[in-house]
């Protein structure tokens, strides 16, 4: 996550505050927004990037544990959501495709920092951008090497609109017309009549 150097601390201090207050456990309860990772694969993933994480210098601003909500027993993939902060995007926790719960906040001073951290990876599959100036929206958008921009909201899928990467992220599209590539193949077949 990239914040505006002069909002990043009352950014970083929200999400700490939403994210202790949010409900974790089974997400079949009502309320809950947080549940576990989907095995113990991806829990010990998650657990090495966290581990990466401190290694390489960035701080620890909430979670990086396993829980275990009531009920449970002692069972279950659960990882609280974790925060990073003073991180660099040369950092692996900043580079590499986590897919958990682990978030990265990287201070920014102008749009065009900014945008070359975003593009400063091997990966693209989605970004977002939250801004008041819709030029500047655009702008940032259509600059970032993503497959999908949302602006001023965020994880909003139609299945007539095609989902997938730019570069390492992911291999072709999901969802819309574009889908059906996945699901051909061309041949080109040359023959000489002479």
């Known amino acids: 996550m990239l914040v505006e150097?002069?909002?990043h601390d009352a950014v970083v201090d929200g999400l700490v505050n939403y994210v202790s207050q949010m409900k974790m456990g089974n997400p079949l309860e009502k309320d809950v927004l947080?549940?576990?990772l989907a095995d113990t694969e991806q829990l010990k993933k998650v657990m090495q990037y966290v581990e990466y994480g401190r290694q390489d210098g960035a701080t620890l601003r909430y979670g990086g544990d396993r829980f275990y909500p009531d009920g449970t027993d002692g069972k279950g993939y659960y990882f609280q959501p974790t925060i990073f902060t003073n991180a660099t995007n040369e950092m692996r926790i900043a580079q590499e495709e986590i897919f958990g719960p682990?978030?990265?906040v990287i201070p920014f001073d102008t749009e065009a920092e900014a945008i070359r951290i975003a593009n400063g990876t091997n990966y693209g599959l989605?970004?977002?951008v939250h801004t008041r100036d819709i030029k500047k929206a655009m702008r940032v958008a259509n600059a970032m090497q993503t497959?999908?921009?949302w602006i001023n909201c965020y994880n909003i899928y139609d299945v007539s609109v095609p989902f997938g990467g730019y570069k390492a992220s992911g291999f072709g599209r999901e969802n819309g017309k574009e889908v059906m590539e996945n699901y051909t193949q061309t041949k080109s077949i040359w023959i000489d009549l002479s």
């Open 5 to 7: 150097r002069s909002i």
């Open 34 to 36: 947080f549940g576990p």
């Open 102 to 104: 682990v978030l990265t």
């Open 126 to 128: 989605a970004s977002g």
């Open 147 to 149: 497959g999908t921009c």
